[in-house]
């Protein structure tokens, strides 16, 4: 994977742990030479990303939309910007742009922009590995309910097997790297059945 994007909070949250998690992604990505797509913000989690893959001299690409587009939002260290107008195309770029994607802790948007890359999988719009690091347990609700989606019916255990779980960045890095794609098969048997 030579550009991922990572789906993170505007805010650093209460625990910095979440803090020191991203500064250690920021170094393994600058360490390997991968490329972060981010939304574009100097903030909270997208902040500390952007400025320790910089610091490193390695390549970070924004992509932030107008309504963002504000001195006290946006990144000015990051040359590499595009300014977009919805939320949504800021999404579509993105996917245009990377060949997986990283979710940190955040909140709304971050959930949402997580979905999001599941949906486009599991309707194999995309087979790109889509990453969670689920630090300090972060997620564990967010997990229990994807397999009490599973034990229902509503999604079904293939897919609840696309998104990649890593504790450690390290961990969920080689799990990303060696990530394998569920075969292609008609859409209807995948939602479905």
Do not use: W
């Not at 803090?19 to 797509?37: H, Q, R, T």
């Not at 400025?51 to 504000?70: C, H, Q, S």
């Not at 060949?99 to 790109?128: C, H, R, S, V």
């Amino acid at each position: 994977m030579n550009k991922i994007v990572v789906f993170c909070g505007s805010s650093l949250g209460f625990n910095p742990i979440y803090k020191k998690s991203a500064i250690e992604l920021g170094n393994y990505f600058a360490d390997n030479n991968i490329s972060m797509v981010f939304g574009g913000g100097k903030v909270g989690m997208m902040g500390v990303l952007a400025d320790t893959i910089l610091a490193k001299k390695g390549e970070v690409i924004g992509v932030i939309p107008n309504l963002l587009y504000k001195e006290e939002v946006i990144h000015v260290g990051v040359k590499n910007m595009t300014v977009c107008k919805t939320m949504s195309e800021r999404k579509v770029i993105m996917s245009k742009l990377v060949d997986g994607y990283i979710t940190l802790p955040g909140g709304f948007g971050t959930l949402d922009e997580l979905f999001e890359a599941l949906t486009l999988n599991q309707l194999q719009i995309e087979q790109k590995p889509v990453g969670l690091l689920n630090v300090n347990g972060f997620f564990d609700a967010i997990l229990l309910q994807l397999d009490k989606m599973v034990e229902e019916g509503y999604l079904k255990q293939a897919n609840r097997n696309m998104l990649i779980v890593g504790n450690s960045v390290i961990e969920l890095m080689e799990k990303m790297d060696n990530y394998k794609a569920p075969e292609i098969t008609p859409i209807i048997n995948k939602v479905v059945k």
